[in-house]
């Protein structure tokens, strides 16, 4: 078939007219419409009586049949019909005046209704047979090499080679994920006129028949060069996993190109979309072999030290680094269908900020934390620790943008290699414990903690359990009074500021001091015991937070 009597995969009227049966036929009138598609005759008899439209229909009539039916001709064209033929000699008198775009034909002599409804079969039947071969043509090329484990970009070569032209695959984010054929700048280029056009749903009108994931988009490049983009969309089961995309440097390439060019881009689209997932599996595996190293990296999980680096090495990790280790709250919203995987990704996102060439990032989740292991290329104390400072502030904006809620980022001091990240996850995972406690969001160090932090170290002796159990004891079985004191001490002792920080009026505030004073045994307005109760609270807060994490270390 000859592109000149094709449109698509379909017959035309032009093709129709080049077979034997009709080579003594005359066009009589139509010459501008003989590249309209046909699909089927129908006698006239039969279409006279019915409503239905008749797209792609050639109308068989007997020339005596027209005797008394011209009027009738107007309406077959309204209703779309593609040709009339006309088996024998047209009358005389026939109307010299024919409905605009009907293509008439006049047979030399008969040859039956029975003879052109065959020919018209026996055509589409052969042409469908060129299509599935040229499709199982096709599936076999790019299944052999998939089943060798080709790759994505040997896929993508093959599919340039079978359409001789460039090909391109894209992930469902519309990212290149392989190319063939053009450069990379001349692809970026044009994938970055050719997204916006697959990612806006056609008209249905628009769509291609049969062929309701596959477009054809025209597009100029920034250089003026005017290309087809003949492009077919993968998935997998319910599941969208990018497009397969052939571009031909050409604004109206030829019909028969184009129908060759739909089949190599949907038999593209089941294997380049099954590596797609092979890949993804492979990748995810590896994240996960990577998040189980980083877990023992972060709770020192290791045998020895040669078991670290074996490990290390095989991860391409550098273990005489600088680490930073920083940790922040991995809650996703309400309604996610996969929370788990949600916080994957929340943790990849923290990885990719602030990007830098020479900087390596490891992330994990445990439990309900995102865990970032970074490496530090500052060159003494000061530049790593404003390196952290750094990415810790823009690793708090970027989950606040994406979780649409303020969230802090704990961070410990620089871990001067991979033996000192555990001493430093565990730092972290104190600052943020702290930070929870205290409704902090932001960056926060473990150095701006101090009060803290510097009582880390007798916050599990006997004596500080003792002090603890003597002074907030009493408060246990009533909360409001623990949080009460909480806010007294939190504005310095004053009375007036207390009040007007819990909308309490002053007597009730005075009532609640004296209850605290006799249930502890201490007069809570007393500076020296006022310090007493804050080391106690503080005390106990640390005691939690070692307790919540001494808890996370034991668990493997």
Do not use: C
Not at 34 to 55: A, I
Not at 433 to 439: D, F, M, Q, V, Y
């Amino acid at each position: 078939m000859t592109p000149a009597h094709t449109q698509g995969d379909r017959m035309t009227v032009a093709g129709m007219l080049d077979e034997s049966l009709m080579s003594a036929a005359r066009v009589v009138a139509g010459h501008d419409h003989l590249d309209r598609e046909l699909h089927w005759v129908l006698p006239l008899s039969e279409v006279l009586s019915g409503h239905e439209t008749l797209d792609g229909v050639a109308v068989y009539a007997r020339p005596e049949a027209l005797l008394g039916n011209t009027g009738a001709l107007g309406a077959l064209s309204a209703r779309g019909a593609t040709t009339l033929l006309v088996d024998g000699s047209i009358p005389t008198g026939f109307p010299a005046s024919l409905p605009v775009g009907l293509v008439v034909v006049e047979m030399a002599f008969p040859v039956g209704f029975t003879a052109l409804n065959r020919l018209l079969a026996e055509r589409a039947l052969n042409q469908e047979v060129h299509v599935m071969r040229y499709a199982t043509h096709v599936h076999a090329s790019l299944a052999g090499l998939f089943h060798r484990g080709a790759g994505l970009q040997m896929l993508v070569r093959e599919v340039s080679n079978l359409a001789r032209n460039p090909a391109i695959a894209l992930d469902a984010r519309g990212q290149i994920v392989a190319v063939n054929g053009l450069g990379a700048e001349t692809a970026t280029a044009l994938n970055t006129v050719l997204l916006p056009r697959l990612t806006v749903d056609l008209p249905t009108a628009a769509r291609l028949s049969a062929h309701h994931d596959t477009r054809i988009e025209h597009l100029d490049d920034p250089t003026g060069t005017s290309w087809t983009a003949i492009s077919t969309a993968i998935r997998l089961g319910k599941a969208f996993e990018g497009w397969v995309a052939i571009l031909v440097a050409d604004p109206a390439p030829g019909g028969h190109d184009v129908a060759r060019h739909i089949v190599v881009t949907e038999q593209a689209t089941a294997i380049i979309g099954s590596e797609m997932l092979r890949q993804h599996s492979i990748d995810e595996a590896e994240e996960r072999a990577r998040g189980d190293f980083v877990q023992a990296l972060v709770h020192g999980h290791f045998s020895s030290e040669h078991d670290m680096r074996t490990r290390a090495e095989y991860h391409d990790i550098d273990i005489d680094s600088h680490f930073g280790v920083f940790v922040a709250p991995g809650v996703v919203p309400h309604g996610v269908d996969n929370p788990a995987a949600s916080m994957v990704r929340l943790a990849r996102y923290a990885a990719n900020v602030a990007p830098d060439p020479a900087v390596r990032s490891y992330v994990t989740v445990l439990g309900d934390v995102l865990v970032v292991v970074r490496t530090l290329r500052g060159p003494d104390g000061d530049a790593r620790r404003q390196e952290m400072a750094h990415y810790a502030g823009a690793m708090s904006e970027e989950l606040e943008n994406r979780r649409g809620a303020a969230v802090a980022v704990s961070y410990s001091r620089p871990a001067p290699g991979a033996q000192a990240v555990s001493g430093s996850y565990r730092e972290a995972r104190i600052a943020l414990g702290i930070a929870r406690r205290l409704n902090m969001t932001g960056a926060v160090s473990y150095q701006d903690l101090r009060s803290f932090t510097v009582l880390a170290d007798v916050a599990e002796t006997e004596q500080s359990r003792a002090l603890v159990t003597d002074v907030l004891g009493p408060l246990r079985a009533t909360p409001d009074l623990r949080d009460f004191v909480t806010g007294y001490l939190a504005n310095g002792g004053n009375v007036n500021a207390t009040a007007r920080a819990l909308n309490v009026h002053r007597n009730t505030m005075l009532t609640k001091l004296d209850r605290v004073s006799r249930a502890i045994g201490l007069d809570i307005r007393l500076p020296d015991n006022q310090f007493t109760v804050w080391l106690a609270i503080r005390l106990d807060l640390l005691t939690e937070v070692h307790a919540a994490v001494d808890r996370e270390a034991s668990f493997r």
